[in-house]
């Protein structure tokens, strides 16, 4: 079983940052961040493999948004800059006892509640 728990959401102005963290208890391959806007299907934002430290990022947020892991304390943060009106969502963690990268919701087995990110213009 993993707990995964979210913090460092809030409001921010266009072209701001914010940094997300996830606190995770228990094992995992890799963990990924996903987000869900209003109206519309939860996505993929980045994931990141514990072992390797390789990332994968969403199109959307490539060159802006940063995956990384801190091994030692089980946490995995979202530095995210550059931030745009598009980008106001809720950001989940997630993790996935499944070996490989995965971009899909229905790879990863454990969720957290979530966080909200709202970015004004």
């Known amino acids: 079983q993993v707990q995964l728990v979210e913090s460092g959401g809030g409001l921010v102005q266009a072209g701001g940052s914010l940094r997300l963290s996830c606190a995770a208890s228990?094992?995992?391959?890799?963990m990924g961040w996903f987000r869900q806007a209003p109206g519309k299907e939860r996505e993929f934002v980045a994931s990141?493999?514990?072992?390797?430290?390789?990332?994968n990022y969403a199109n959307s947020v490539k060159g802006r948004f940063t995956i990384s892991r801190d091994s030692a304390k089980n946490i995995v943060a979202l530095q995210m800059s550059s931030l745009e009106p598009e980008d106001t969502a809720v950001y989940y963690c997630?993790?996935?006892?499944?070996?490989?990268?995965?971009?899909?919701?229905?790879?990863?087995?454990?969720w957290g509640q979530g966080t909200q990110v709202t970015v004004s213009s």
């Open positions: 990141i493999r514990w072992s390797s430290g390789g990332t």
């Open positions: 997630a993790a996935t006892l499944r070996v490989g990268i995965y971009t899909s919701r229905s790879a990863y087995n454990y």
């Open positions: 228990g094992s995992s391959y890799a």
